[in-house]
């Protein structure tokens, strides 16, 4: 399944709503300590604005949650559910996002079938508890060529801290996408910051296309 480009966290539906109308497709849900049937009310809600704009929802840290709804995935934290488990759980239709801070991190996760790797964080950000070391644009760079050396092929998405500026560079490390929250949640107007990353995306693929 192809996955975005442009991945969009959110704790609301609300948030969901603007960006899947200024052209978000791809849909991701972080709640932290709440009880399960309050996650799974937000989570239900969430999936039903992303079925009406055709957006794929993926659930963070809860594989039993996102089956329990029939979301479109889920993305694991390096704390959460291995990954061969949730396979287990949930089926080869789901899709399975790892999250990573190493070069290690990402083969395993590799070895183990994960659809997709969220890398970071970029840069320190507010939105992610207990956050790993920062890895900067260096670090990705030495990443990706890791990978890229060893002709290994997962789908790497930037997360921490990113902003419009960041996106050009970012992709040229040979990245897929990125992961934003704040950048888009925290704007004063979130549905043009929403466009305005789409179009840098669409912008920085054509000069440096995904492999």
Partial sequence: MKISQLHYIVTQPEQAEIACRAG????????KNRPYADWK???????AVC???????????????AGDIGADGVHLGQDDMPVPDARALLGDGFL??????RLDTILTHYRHGVDYVGLGPFRFTTTKEKLSPILGLAGYQAILSALQSRFLS???????????????ALMQTGLH???LS???????????QTRLFLDQLSLSTLSFPLT
Wanted: hydrophobic share 50%; net charge negative.
């Fill in 154 to 168: 997962v789908p790497i998405v930037a997360i921490g801290g990113i902003t419009l500026a960041d996106v050009p």
């Fill in 96 to 101: 399975i996002g790892g999250t990573a801070n």
């Fill in 182 to 192: 704040s950048a888009i949640s925290g704007a004063s107007d979130p549905a043009r």
């Fill in 24 to 31: 978000v497709d791809w849909i991701q849900l972080r709640l």
């Fill in 51 to 65: 079925r009406h704009h055709n957006a794929r929802l993926i659930i963070n840290d809860n594989p039993i949650l």
């Fill in 41 to 47: 009310a937000v989570a239900q809600d969430t999936l």
């Fill in 177 to 179: 996408g990125i992961a």
